[in-house]
């Protein structure tokens, strides 16, 4: 069993001069899910090597049983900082793909053709695909098989609109997650604010905020289980 998981490599904050990035519950949570269940897990990033590390998501209150573990795991903290380029590995074969979100992917991930690519193939292929948070924003110029939005008619959550108004930064990013999805067709699915919420839609699987990412991998992995 082989799964990707692609991480951004965007740290601009905008035009704030704050720093962005990956969210490190997001990774580590799925990643030791996905460990666990003797996946081999690839790491990719458009630029490869290290993705930057949202700030945000390393503060004391920010740790999780899954971060304190990523911390005291050698092995998976030199995975993380030697991320294959994106570009390389998408010509490969995965039983199933996973997005973790933080800010970052609104900027590169949901633009970067590598990655647009990668999703229309294996969403086609019914590889499981699974996006957490802000990650569902990478689906923003990804086609189905008709030519018209791959969310359009599709269950799906991520981030919404009032958690992005709480965190101060529904004016920085440069789309809503919410918005997004809704203006794309999709059924936009939320559950409260901050509080685990998973949306599955066929072979995708689809999280809202830094509480689904356990669940959304659970989910994900389900799905790689006989029938």
Not at 112 to 122: F, Q, T, V
Not at 140 to 158: E, F, W
Request: negative net charge.
């Amino acid at each position: 069993m082989k799964v990707l998981m692609v991480l951004t490599s965007h740290a601009a904050l905008g035009d704030t001069g704050k720093t962005t990035g990956f969210w490190l519950e997001e990774f580590a949570a799925p990643y030791y899910v996905f460990r666990d269940a003797g996946a081999e897990v690839v790491l990719a990033s458009p630029a490869g090597g290290a993705p930057p590390l949202d700030p945000a998501s390393d503060t004391d209150q920010a740790q999780t049983t899954a971060t304190e573990r990523f911390k005291k795991d050698a092995d998976a903290q030199h995975a993380l900082a030697t991320t294959h380029k994106l570009a390389d590995v998408t010509g490969e074969r995965f039983d199933a793909i996973f997005y973790p979100g933080g800010h970052g992917p609104l900027w590169d991930l949901a633009e970067d053709r590598d990655s647009i690519a990668l999703l229309e193939r294996n969403q086609a292929a019914g590889t499981p695909l699974g996006l957490v948070c802000h990650a569902p924003g990478v689906l923003r110029h990804t086609r189905n098989a008709h030519g018209g939005p791959l969310v359009h008619g599709l269950k799906v959550t991520g981030f919404t609109n009032s958690e992005e108004q709480a965190v101060g930064l529904a004016e920085v990013v440069p789309f809503r997650v919410e918005d997004m999805l809704r203006d794309s067709g999709a059924e936009f699915s939320s559950g409260k604010d901050w509080a685990s919420h998973v949306v599955v839609a066929g072979n995708l699987v689809t999280g809202q905020n830094p509480a689904s990412s356990t669940a959304t991998a659970r989910l994900l992995m389900a799905q790689l289980q006989p029938k």
